[in-house]
């Protein structure tokens, strides 16, 4: 271990520890103030960090065996970091004073940054917890709602459920190949559908819990269940992380999980048949959602679907499609969640209705919404397209013609939904007064309409800095 | 007479100009001013357009006014815009309906005027773009494009059923395009297998080796997206009610440019990309393209709504297209790019005048009108010149096209017939049947409309039984104006149609070939796919 390695490769975590420490401080000495602006700049100097370190190449391994950095984890932390800014923004003056919403947040981020470098099981493990728990306390932060709790409660027994069963998806795998390292689990992909040897039955054991253990985290039908009560219950920040930053940590962890190990054929039908039912029921019942965040809860359920067919494309293009649909996605979705009007009632400005005639109210936060909705629906030139095209044209480019076909049929079921939201807020009349929506909120919507027109342009300038 | 350069560049800013005005829109205040400037910019772009057309060379086969730059250079896919054959007339007819759409807007739009014109501008921003793209990727990416601006334009400014139609209108259009979306996946993907090249230019797809099955299943794909759009029966539900309930520019936009996507696809994408699907499916489409004819003018015969009767003669008047176009005769495919551009003017140009009176009178419904010549000396003439181009009457723009189509049909049709084949020549037979059934449902609407006892509906705020003229005007300068530019032009493409057709001969001579020479995979030798599709090669 060499401690100019540890302070320059970990550099991301040690801001976001910076930041938990610094707002800590402030809570015992001070007045906590401006905690969400704290945080934030403190996530900008963690993706400035990650940056650097993609920028300068670096490739290290701090802690040999459980935590490296190369560019590929470099670029995926900047992402996920930078992506946390509007967040942050959102959270502006609902959590003002809330020290806890930042350290928790900052801590979740930290649990995120140490999977993507994770190198063995354990740290994987640890990440994910640090990731995971502090989640569950947001979901109760600063809310009123009687279902709240319930929802946050569901969310800490499904967690629970999923720590579990990647647990003893651990255990089987090390049965199996006798390692802790990461790189166990592409060696015991070769042995996956084995059942004539008792590693093979390990394997195979093991790797159906991870998986399982992954999708839970993802949100994928069947173990989809805590996702609408939990988005549903937090507050909008809360929501917007769970929706699109957690879920893209779950995935990319899950693509260096692989490495560079093709799907086995016995596990294709996994990876094939509940991603796209999770497609088909995600888009369907989104449809019946009379709450907003429901409804982006379904429609987060249906892109977890896209992002794990992602996995049945060559290995050498699966960080490129995952990381580049994630972004789209996380754009889109935060783009939603900024320009959504805040009424005074969280639970009235919650439901779709209220969005009628929005237009009238706040043209620029129809336009936004709109345009979310566009890129979430996949719709071109709108950037959540090219991801989408990204994604198929891997998996049919494999030769899963069938299955690709049968993604995009089951991705027309999801227009519906979206284009609604676009005729509530253009073309119904107004029913309530809302304010407008206020400045943070459209700072967090220009934060993330920048990125959003630049890859409507120029997509190829992200797509290839990711190959 | 310029410079190469200076006019692909004109191109390029005939392109991007609409979007640049949406954007400026964002900073113009009064309603007054975004009309206009959204008139300028209009106008602007046909004069660039009217530039373009007069510089393009009818006797170059190949791409003119070129702009060819990587944009995501790992998939093979350009900024790739051109003019050629197959889109210069196309081109021309969107930038010259622009200014009509939006002087046909100034009083009829009055809630939102900025969101409207911005969707407008979009819209004709994406429609010049997907006839000028001359990459796959980036024709996908445009005729996408146009979804949007049309769902807000018929879903804000539409009639009482507006939601329902433009939903309708949304689902039955995406469902075309994912299909598409997956064939074209499957498309390059294959090309990229066979040949190792990556990449979406049509150039490069026109030399791809597929079997007769995958053609087949392509074909379908692809064609299911066009039909919808075109529409070719049964996939036309949605026409009737679109039309019905937009308001009158989106209308205009419907059936003037946006319709002919459809037919714009079957004749640069989909028969050319695979001819021996074409050749397999050629007897199902042409019975397809008549059936539209016969029933689109059958259904136009009884409808009582006015907007309805020009929706379902579109649909007749584009089965014309598709006939033509699937007849492979070189008179009837440059016949059936005249009658897109002839279809677009007249059935545009009824629209706009449906949308005057409708202005005046706040009805559709037939019944309620008669004897308008009586009152309305100037509405009527105009209306008179727009049925008659719509029959097809000798001297107007839709007698050449017709015309040439049928003779297109009639002579691919005989030489087939003598080898015994008699569906061809029972189609071109039927077609002509259509000719009889569109003067039928044209000329009793107009007789209905324009003679007879004068009857008009009372408009708001009249007391009945007052004097018909204090009810309503005839026509404004502004419609007037309107009106002599559509009217103007349908006579130059009846008069002197020997000019527009030159300009797409080498286009339809390469349409013949592509789609007449067969490229299934094993029958064919690499050197002539190369013949067949090589003329842009680089």
């Known amino acids: ?467 | 007479m310029f410079d190469p350069t200076v006019l692909a560049g004109a191109l390029n800013l005939v392109l991007w100009l609409p979007l640049a005005a949406m954007l400026a829109l964002l900073v113009i205040d009064r309603d007054d001013a975004i009309r206009h400037f959204s008139l300028g910019v209009m106008l602007a772009q046909l004069l660039l357009v009217a530039v373009l057309y007069l510089s393009f060379d009818a006797r170059d086969p190949g791409l003119q006014f070129e702009t060819r730059v990587p944009w995501i250079p790992a998939w093979g896919v350009h900024y790739h815009i051109a003019l050629d054959g197959y889109n210069v007339l196309l081109v021309a007819l969107t930038a010259f309906l622009g200014p009509l759409v939006v002087a046909g807007a100034f009083s009829a739009v009055t809630k939102d005027v900025r969101l409207f014109y911005a969707m407008v501008l979009l819209i004709q921003f994406a429609m010049i773009g997907t006839f000028v793209a001359q990459d796959l990727f980036l024709f996908y990416i445009f005729w996408e494009a146009m979804l949007i601006p049309m769902f807000l334009i018929i879903g804000i400014w539409g009639g009482e059923r507006r939601i329902y139609a433009t939903l309708k209108f949304v689902l039955y259009t995406a469902a075309g395009s994912i299909l598409m979306l997956a064939a074209m996946i499957y498309l390059v993907w294959s090309l990229y297998s066979t040949t190792g090249i990556t990449s979406f230019a049509f150039a490069d797809l026109y030399r791809s080796q597929l079997t007769l099955e995958v053609q087949t299943i392509l074909l379908a794909a692809f064609g299911l997206s066009f039909a919808i759009k075109v529409p070719m029966v049964p996939f036309h539900t949605w026409l009737p009610d679109a039309h019905v309930e937009a308001p009158t520019a989106g209308s205009v936009i419907l059936a003037g440019v946006l319709l002919k996507m459809g037919t714009y696809g079957f004749l640069k994408i989909g028969f050319p990309l695979f001819p021996d699907a074409t050749a397999l499916l050629a007897p199902a489409i042409m019975v397809l393209a008549v059936l539209a004819i016969i029933y689109g003018a059958c259904l136009a015969l009884v409808q009582t709504d006015i907007k309805k009767i020009v929706a379902y003669s579109s649909i007749s008047h584009l089965g014309y297209v598709m006939l033509g176009l699937i007849s492979l005769d070189l008179l009837g495919i440059q016949g059936a790019i005249l009658q897109m551009v002839s279809h677009g003017l007249v059935a545009g140009g009824l629209f706009l005048m449906i949308g005057m009176i409708y202005e005046r009178c706040h009805t559709r419904e037939l019944a309620a009108y008669g004897g308008l010549a009586k009152i309305l000396p100037v509405y009527s003439v105009f209306f008179a010149i727009l049925t008659l181009a719509s029959i097809g009457l000798p001297t107007t723009s839709g007698f050449t096209g017709e015309f040439l189509v049928l003779l297109g049909a009639f002579a691919a049709a005989w030489p087939a017939y003598q080898q015994g084949e008699v569906l061809p020549l029972a189609m071109a037979v039927g077609a002509v049947s259509g000719v009889v059934l569109g003067a039928m449902y044209m000329l009793w609407f107009a007789q209905r409309f324009l003679f007879g006892a004068v009857r008009v509906p009372q408009a708001h705020g009249h007391e009945p039984g007052g004097s018909h003229a204090s009810v309503i005007a005839d026509l404004n300068g502004r419609e007037r104006a309107i009106l002599v530019a559509l009217a103007a032009a349908i006579f130059w493409l009846g008069l002197f149609p020997a000019e527009p057709l030159r300009k797409t001969e080498l286009a339809a001579q390469q349409y013949q070939q592509l789609v007449s020479t067969p490229r299934a995979a094993p029958a064919q030798a690499p050197a002539q796919a190369m013949a067949a599709g090589g003329e842009e090669a680089r």
Not at chain 1, 40 to 60: K, M, T
Not at chain 1, 83 to 104: I, N, Y
Not at chain 1, 364 to 387: C, D, E, K, R, T
Not at chain 1, 413 to 439: H, K, W
Request: overall charge positive; hydrophobic content about 60%; glycine content about 8%.
């Open chain 1, 1 to 467: 271990m060499n401690w100019s390695t540890v302070a320059t490769a970990m550099l991301p975590e040690h801001m976001l520890l910076a930041g938990v420490v610094v707002l800590m401080l402030q809570a015992i000495f001070g007045r906590a103030r401006a905690v969400p602006m704290l945080a934030l700049a403190f996530v900008l100097a963690a993706a400035l960090a990650a940056l650097w370190l993609y920028a300068e190449g670096v490739r290290a391994a701090p802690f040999a065996g459980q935590f490296s950095i190369d560019p590929q984890a470099a670029v995926a932390k900047a992402l996920i970091l930078a992506l946390a800014a509007p967040v942050m923004l959102m959270a502006r003056e609902q959590f003002a004073d809330s020290t806890p919403f930042g350290v928790l947040m900052l801590s979740s981020l930290y649990g995120v940054c140490l999977m993507l470098s994770a190198d063995s099981f354990l740290t994987l493990f640890m990440g994910l917890e640090l990731m995971s728990l502090p989640l569950y306390a947001l979901v109760l932060l600063a809310y009123r709602r009687a279902d709240g709790a319930e929802a946050a409660l569901k969310y800490l027994i499904m967690g629970g459920a999923a720590s579990t069963t990647l647990l003893m998806g651990m255990s089987l795998l090390f049965g199996a190949t006798g390692s802790l390292a990461l790189s166990a689990f592409p060696a015991a992909l070769g042995q996956f559908g084995d059942t004539g040897s008792a590693t093979g039955m390990l394997a195979t054991g093991g790797i159906t819990l991870f998986i399982a253990a992954l999708f839970l985290k993802a949100a994928v039908v069947p173990f989809h269940g805590w996702a609408p009560d939990a988005y549903e219950g937090a507050s909008v920040p809360v929501t917007a992380y769970m929706s699109t930053l957690v879920k893209a940590g779950v995935l990319l962890a899950a693509v260096r999980l692989f490495a560079d190990s093709a799907v086995p054929a016995l596990l294709v039908g996994l990876i094939v048949a509940l991603p796209l039912a999770s497609i088909v029921w995600g888009n369907l019942a989104a449809i019946r959602q009379a709450s907003f965040r429901r409804m982006i809860a379904y429609s987060s359920i249906a892109h977890a679907g896209y992002l794990f067919l992602a996995f049945l494309g060559a290995p050498a293009g699966r960080f490129q499609a995952v990381a580049f649909y994630a972004v789209t996605y996380a754009l889109a979705n935060l783009l939603a969640f900024a320009a959504l009007p805040r009424l005074a009632a969280e639970a009235a400005s919650d439901r779709i209705d209220s969005l009628r005639g929005l237009y009238a109210r706040s043209p620029f936060g129809a336009l936004m919404l709109g345009l979310a909705m566009l890129s979430l629906a996949g719709i071109p030139p709108l950037p959540g397209f090219v991801a989408k095209f990204l994604v198929f044209s891997n998996v049919m480019a494999a030769g899963h013609v069938l299955v690709a076909t049968l993604g995009l049929v089951a991705s027309y079921l999801g227009i519906y939904f979206y284009l609604r939201v676009i005729q509530y807020a253009f073309m119904g009349a107004s029913e309530t007064v809302a304010p407008a929506v206020r400045g943070p909120a459209i700072a967090a919507a220009v934060l993330c309409l920048l990125p959003v027109a630049l890859l409507m342009l120029f997509p190829a300038a992200l797509l290839g800095r990711l190959a």
